[in-house]
């Protein structure tokens, strides 16, 4: 039977999770102070043990929403895709999973479970039980492994021209990752992007300098900003990358330059840029759409919760219908709507 220790974030600790096959960015002590910090929230370790021997690792954070501990891994508007498990390849994940709910609500203290797992399956929640709850969260990857020009068949025709076109038109890519003006470009072109939608970005430019001020010193981090003919930034792309994979963790442009088409372009010189490093797969974060035109594939990604009690639940799908409804005043209040 599986449990779940929690352990104090020691060298040995990070050495023996950055072993694991499946690790991520979101697993690495840089992701969890940049969370930490943003969301006041208290980062979490566990290992996972079979028979007394440490088989994996659980990762999370506490926070506390309406006087009460919740442990998110992640929680929803963390701007986090995933956390969860780092298991040897042995072990069953829907099994770590049933273990968790005893620990979240036992050592951790916890009134309030959520975990997005990048390799959990519904068929897994099935096999857990436990009274968990969950909606389908999708993501959609291009796998990086065959030649750029194969990757670029695989696109739609009208992506591949659009590509074209932002270079006829002058549109040139530039590493901006060292550039201290780089984050109020970025958050000045999201919120003309949310105008577009009557709202407001979901969270402050103070956000996107903690991501830059955590992982660029770690070289995890690729900024790219497209600039047109006449070197006006026209549109940026947040970038996050580690092991093997990269993260499309945000993008922005101005309406009045999209017929130039830059965001195809920043999504294409990323891809090229991380296959170069041996990264693997170029993950959106996310399933909307219009992301099929790169040729992406879909991948179904659970996003469990399970509360102590009802009314924990209630108050956590009250907290996410408020907060709609707050970003949709905030617009009408500062005139983006």
Not at 13 to 28: G, N
Not at 223 to 252: K, S
């Amino acid at each position: 039977m599986l449990r779940l220790h929690r352990v104090e974030p020691t060298a040995a600790v990070w050495a023996d999770r950055a072993t694991y096959p499946d690790r991520l960015i979101f697993h690495t002590p840089e992701w969890l102070r940049f969370v930490g910090e943003c969301q006041r929230a208290e980062p979490l370790l566990a290992t996972v043990t079979d028979s007394g021997q440490v088989v994996g690792h659980f990762t999370g954070l506490l926070t506390r929403r309406f006087g009460m501990r919740i442990l998110g891994s992640p929680m929803a508007g963390w701007t986090t895709s995933y956390m969860g498990f780092t298991l040897a390849p042995h072990v069953s994940r829907s099994a770590a999973l049933h273990a968790l709910p005893h620990f979240a609500f036992g050592e951790a203290g916890a009134a309030h479970l959520e975990i997005r797992d990048r390799g959990l399956t519904p068929g897994d929640l099935d096999r857990a039980g436990a009274g968990l709850r969950w909606d389908e969260a999708p993501t959609a990857v291009i796998d990086l492994n065959p030649g750029e020009d194969e990757l670029f068949g695989a696109m739609a025709s009208a992506c591949r021209r659009n590509i074209r076109k932002a270079a006829k038109s002058g549109v040139v890519i530039e590493d901006a990752t060292a550039d201290p003006a780089f984050a109020g470009e970025f958050y000045d072109q999201l919120r003309d992007v949310f105008a577009k939608q009557n709202l407001v970005p979901t969270y402050s430019v103070e956000r996107v300098r903690s991501l830059i001020r955590h992982l660029a010193p770690a070289g995890n981090l690729l900024l790219l900003r497209a600039r047109d003919g006449d070197g006006r930034c026209i549109a940026t792309a947040v970038l996050p990358w580690y092991h093997r994979t990269m993260y499309f963790w945000g993008g922005a442009s101005y309406r009045e330059h999209q017929h130039l088409r830059p965001n195809e372009a920043l999504i294409w010189h990323a891809m090229r840029w991380a296959r170069e490093r041996g990264v693997t797969e170029f993950d959106f974060v996310g399933g909307n759409a219009y992301k099929a035109k790169y040729g992406t594939t879909t991948v179904p990604v659970p996003w469990v919760r399970r509360s102590r009690s009802p009314i924990v639940a209630h108050l956590r799908d009250a907290a996410k219908q408020g907060f709609a409804l707050k970003q949709r005043t905030v617009a009408r209040l500062t005139g983006a709507a």
